[in-house]
């Protein structure tokens, strides 16, 4: 089920090298990551074949959904792509999605990031939101951990940084193509959401949408498109229905957990008994404190679906958040054992598991958060359920390391090296853990180490300044 992220810090680079604390803001509201384990995996099916067009490693490119109205997606800090729930949303069909981020694709493979890099030691300077972090892997020594960066929606350094030259553009938009021709789909979505936007060259900057901010649009650009999209043999090509009716199920999730009521009964109404309707009443109602007709709604679609390992997390997600914390673990526990790949759906069962508050859990919540951390070692959420179930078995080793783990995570360095150490004096000496937790532990050491710097950098150059002031006076 969705869950928000707000990320607290920032660390720029494959070291620790420098954090900024605050989330950006957009509009005067913090902008959050959602997670759910089911748009995300509807959202790699969408983008994986064009991935592979680019001839890019799937796994190492990276998908975040973020909350925000707006209409806009866009590349950064290497292989991340970063979409706004408002695109999922008034897109038309998937063809609309898949179309922009196969644009988006053509950036990364065209190297258009490469000012990225140039401007990143003005990013002190911007408003920003520092999403997930890689920081354990970093501390670890993998050569492929990583930091993945965005920039406030409607900030002035956001698209400064991020504004692509026409030239860029044209170019994204000739290796979109190929990328749509080369896995048998119609480039027809593109120029669809391109029409979307409208001309927005001729909308005073403030007012333009943010895509078309970054992304210069305008009629002859979407008539260049038109004219090449028009030649290729995939032009009436439909979409795969599975694909298009995962996407009316991930827009029905999103419309019902993220608008009103009252708005999701209006495009949903009570009247359509169809699967996506029933999915956004059931988070429509879930999220207007109306639990028993959303578990009606829920149990209606398990019944009809039994498979669906995502209608069992998100029953289990509405009587966790209402109180039936013992209630849910069944469901949670059907929706692990109907797809064991799902490291959310773990981590989301652990929580489940540990807030039983009840021991005889404890050990199958260590067990699926051991799988899912294997997977995804940069969760501090499922860090820090880990520390809580270790703490209340009695192992202080893990505790401490996994204490460690979810302090790096979060930007608490001094923690981290705290309870790091005392992690490599508890546990067996030699083994993987003490090993990651030494590594951890002198991360941190030189995290703090730049922190001292830095603040003594800032107090000479505040008396530099006091000095300055004074001679002018």
Avoid at 246 to 255: E, I, M, R, V, Y
Avoid at 287 to 301: P, Y
Avoid at 375 to 395: C, I, N, V
Wanted: aromatic content about 8%.
């Amino acid at each position: 089920m969705i869950n928000y992220i707000v990320p607290r810090i920032l660390i720029v680079a494959l070291i620790i090298s420098s954090t900024f604390s605050n989330v950006a803001y957009a509009q005067g509201r913090p902008l959050a990551i959602l997670r759910d384990a089911e748009i995300e995996q509807i959202i790699r099916e969408l983008t994986d074949p064009i991935f592979e067009a680019a001839g890019l490693e799937v796994d190492a490119v990276k998908t975040y959904l973020l909350n925000d109205n707006s209409i806009n997606a866009f590349v950064m800090g290497g292989q991340n792509v970063f979409i706004h729930s408002g695109l999922l949303l008034k897109a038309e069909n998937a063809n609309q999605v898949i179309g922009v981020i196969a644009h988006e694709t053509g950036h990364i493979s065209g190297g258009h990031l490469s000012r990225f890099d140039a401007g990143i030691s003005q990013l002190a300077t911007y408003s920003l939101l520092g999403v997930l972090l890689g920081a354990a892997a970093m501390a670890a020594g993998s050569a492929d951990a990583g930091m993945a960066l965005m920039m406030g929606g409607q900030h002035v350094g956001y698209r400064s940084l991020l504004r692509f030259s026409r030239t860029q553009e044209s170019s994204a938009d000739q290796a979109a193509l190929k990328f749509l021709d080369a896995t048998g789909q119609s480039g027809r979505g593109l120029i669809e959401f391109f029409e979307i936007l409208g001309d927005q060259e001729l909308v005073p900057e403030k007012y333009q949408d943010p895509y078309a901010g970054t992304h210069p649009i305008n009629s002859t650009r979407i008539e260049r498109i038109r004219d090449t999209v028009q030649e290729s043999p995939y032009y009436d090509a439909e979409t795969n229905p599975e694909i298009e009716a995962k996407f009316k199920l991930l827009q029905a999730k999103l419309f019902g957990y993220l608008k009103p009521l009252h708005a999701t009964l209006v495009r949903y109404p009570v009247e359509d008994k169809s699967l996506v309707a029933r999915y956004a009443r059931t988070f429509g109602y879930q999220q207007a404190d109306k639990i028993d007709i959303a578990l009606s709604e829920i149990n209606g679609l398990i019944d009809d679906y039994p498979d669906n390992p995502f209608f069992y997390e998100t029953k289990g997600q509405i009587l966790f958040e209402n109180g039936n914390v013992v209630e849910s673990i069944d469901a949670y526990s059907t929706a692990v054992e109907l797809l064991p790949s799902s490291t959310l759906l773990r981590m989301s069962y652990a929580k489940s598991l540990i807030s039983a508050e009840d021991d005889q859990y404890l050990q199958e919540a260590i067990d699926n958060l051991q799988i899912a951390l294997n997977e995804e070692p940069t969760s501090s959420f499922g860090w820090k359920q880990a520390s809580m179930a270790y703490h209340r078995l009695g192992d202080s080793a893990m505790t401490h390391y996994a204490t460690a783990q979810h302090f790096l995570l979060t930007g608490d360095v001094k923690g981290a090296m705290i309870n790091a150490k005392k992690a490599v004096d508890l546990l067996p000496k030699d083994s993987p853990n003490w090993y990651k937790a030494q590594d951890i532990m002198l991360a941190s050491q030189a995290g703090m180490e730049r922190i001292d710097e830095r603040k003594q950098e800032e107090k000479e150059n505040e008396k530099k300044e006091e000095q300055k002031n004074r001679n002018r006076g």
